[in-house]
C-alpha cells in the first residue's frame, strides 16, 4: 500500500502541527496533495480507469475546500502551505 501509517506520521510531523494532530488544516491538506500525486500517477499508466478518476476529482475538491476554509480563515497560513507544496505558480 502506497499510504503506510508511517507515512501518515510523516507528513503530519512535517506540515501540521505534530505527529498526533492529524486534524490541522495543513496537516489534511498535504495528505490529499500526496493522494492526488499518487492517484495521478495512476492515472498516467491507467487512462480509463473512472473510478480512480473519479476519487481522483473528489480529493482536488475535498483539496480546493480545505484550501478556501484555511484563506478565509489565515491568509498567512494558507500562503505558507501553498509555498511549501507547491500548488500555485
Same mark, same amino acid.
Given at each position: 500500500?502506497?499510504?503506510?501509517?508511517?507515512?501518515?506520521?510523516?507528513?503530519?510531523?512535517?506540515?501540521?502541527?505534530?505527529?498526533?494532530? #492529524?486534524?490541522?488544516?495543513?496537516?489534511?491538506?498535504?495528505?490529499?496533495?500526496?493522494?492526488?500525486?499518487?492517484? #495521478?500517477?495512476?492515472?498516467?499508466?491507467?487512462?480509463?480507469?473512472?473510478?480512480?478518476?473519479?476519487?481522483?476529482?473528489?480529493?482536488?475538491?475535498?483539496?480546493?475546500?480545505?484550501?478556501?476554509?484555511?484563506?478565509?480563515?489565515d491568509i498567512e497560513r494558507y500562503r505558507a502551505?501553498?509555498?511549501?507544496?507547491?500548488?500555485?505558480?
Amino acid at each position: 500500500m502506497y499510504l503506510t501509517k508511517e507515512k501518515k506520521e510523516e507528513i503530519f510531523a512535517q506540515y501540521g502541527k505534530s505527529v498526533k494532530d #492529524t486534524g490541522s488544516t495543513e496537516g489534511q491538506i498535504a495528505l490529499f496533495t500526496y493522494r492526488i500525486q499518487n492517484l #495521478t500517477e495512476l492515472m498516467k499508466q491507467h487512462k480509463k480507469d473512472q473510478v480512480s478518476e473519479r476519487a481522483l476529482v473528489g480529493l482536488v475538491g475535498k483539496r480546493r475546500k480545505m484550501l478556501d476554509y484555511l484563506k478565509e480563515k489565515d491568509i498567512e497560513r494558507y500562503r505558507a502551505i501553498v509555498k511549501q507544496l507547491g500548488l500555485r505558480k
